[in-house]
């Protein structure tokens, strides 16, 4: 039984449609749903493996061990799958990351994802995707959303039971590609997670809830109909609310740059010269730029003029998280 | 009859808790009340004269005609005068502000107030503060709290006669000066009498005014008992609040430049030094700094130190409005 492992990979996502507060901040249930593209190229390899000397869980990250704030979300997360699985073990897990940190792509949803299936498969829990994306929710609430890929919709729901993520379009049903630009790789400012909680300050956050199904239903009539401008409107007013309730939660979360808000300004400029662009903005200053495959060049040429733009990365559109090897 | 002419200055205002929307834009019953503190030693300056010869209203500015989207606004509110008064006569106006436009100090709430206090003297209208910040209320929304000095706040009301500002407390009362660090001279966006009407677009605006009561009685508290640090909280919540609103608007409505984020980011920063600092910012790019008058010159020498902060200028107190020469 010792020394048994399984290892797994999955993508990160981008938020078309937001997630940012709890209605259970316990269990992670979002108070609305949100939809996301999954990053392609861009991947989380993770291996997990008992191990019957040790008496904690153990955490590396590109090789290096993980800081304790992690050590103890792995432990809380595993502590869950011991207990879902009835199964009892420390494990030692080495996440690895082939895209850089600081970078706007956020790490957690594809480490957890990947932690949630290799986990599962070792420890005999359902490998259904329902079953691993409510698992992932429990690490962090967007690693449900990368269990899939495509354009995957997470389902708010009202308990474990009811809050995981469906695939509403597969990878290929729309070349969307995801501009990042870089303004900073500096993390400033409170970490998501933390947000989560302060979300409910906002004098704004009830009524970002209110209209969110709204929101959901053009988003996913934009994608199945390949509608970009639909898109646009619909993904750029989204993330401004989400930003919103930031700003307005006690404290005050500001997490754009001066270089943020350039980018930001020169997009609308940009769009009327015919090209097709579309800005969202996670908990950081760094701005995706969705644009179609086509154009991603000439995205990234203009990108790389605007004041403030240390470099652009690229992502397609990614496939589901993959069980590599159980041993 | 005839050359009867009426002349009156004011002051403007910088809003600690914002107007932003109409419950009636023919009317301007705003959506919910605000409050302000008038700014001294700039002012208007406006002069209004019967002229018999004249088949429609004249607008001056600074000694240059004003465009005819100003001769039209001037017009209507010369039209509720006239109806008002049950008097006839058209009439020259000459409009002179002490201070440059584009600074961010909006000429419009003292122009407005201004004319308001002149043409009811011109036109016999009653004189008393309530009925002439009704009037004034007429020409722009923000004028009506011009007529009144220190601390104004305008009671929303629900009709004509509900609607108007009250002083609150003296211009003695608190010595709080208004730095305003301007970023840039450009106008660009919309003016805000448009975006008044866009408010109602955004799904956030109804949040931020089923709590305006809340944040005003907070910002009356704090005058009151001229606690700085509870003015801050209040002051740089319902600036980010209105700002919200305008960036989720359709079309989104951006008055933020890099150089103004730059000093949202940096008002923290600084106030944990222990300078008494707070932030707002109207419908325009330029920040305004309120901070103690023992501080300002303080406030002004870092204000200076920030990139793409072009000027610094001051605004103590100010008083009411005032009827100057009927001749």
Redesign the interface.
């Known amino acids: 039984m010792s020394n048994r492992s399984a290892t797994a990979v999955a993508h990160p996502n981008i938020a078309l449609i937001k997630y940012w507060g709890n209605r259970d901040n316990e269990w992670n249930i979002p108070s609305s749903g949100s939809l996301s593209m999954t990053l392609g190229e861009v991947f989380t390899t993770t291996k997990i493996t008992l191990d019957e000397e040790r008496d904690r869980d153990f955490l590396s990250i590109n090789g290096l061990i993980a800081s304790e704030m992690a050590q103890q979300r792995l432990s809380a997360f595993m502590d869950g799958v011991r207990k879902l699985s009835g199964r009892r073990g420390y494990c030692v897990v080495e996440s690895q990351n082939n895209f850089p940190q600081g970078v706007g792509i956020a790490s957690s949803a594809s480490a957890f994802a990947a932690l949630a299936l290799a986990a599962s498969a070792l420890f005999e829990l359902p490998l259904d995707v329902i079953a691993v994306s409510r698992l992932a929710r429990l690490g962090s609430g967007s690693a449900c959303r990368s269990i899939l890929g495509g354009f995957v919709e997470w389902l708010a729901g009202e308990d474990h039971l009811s809050s995981y993520a469906i695939q509403i379009a597969p990878p290929d049903h729309w070349d969307l590609v995801d501009c990042i630009a870089v303004v900073s790789r500096e993390h400033k400012g409170v970490v998501s997670k933390e947000g989560h909680r302060l979300a409910s300050t906002s004098?704004?956050?009830?009524?970002?809830i209110?209209?969110a199904n709204e929101r959901l239903e053009v988003c996913r009539q934009a994608i199945q109909k390949r509608d970009f401008d639909a898109l646009t409107?619909v993904v750029?007013?989204d993330s401004?609310?989400m930003?919103?309730?930031m700003?307005?939660s006690?404290p005050?979360l500001?997490y754009?740059?001066?270089?943020?808000?350039?980018i930001?300004?020169e997009v609308p400029r940009k769009r009327l010269e015919g090209l097709p662009l579309c800005y969202t903005i996670d908990a950081g200053p760094n701005v995706h730029i969705l644009t179609l495959k086509d154009h991603a060049s000439d995205v990234r040429a203009w990108l790389k003029e605007i004041p403030?733009v240390q470099e652009v990365l690229f992502a397609p559109m990614g496939g589901d998280a993959k069980l590599v090897k159980v041993e």
Chains 1, 2 share one sequence.
């Open positions: 004098p704004l956050q009830s009524c970002r209110a209209t409107r750029e007013l401004n609310l930003h919103a309730v700003m307005t006690t005050m500001f754009w740059q001066p270089a943020t808000l350039n930001l300004l403030g």
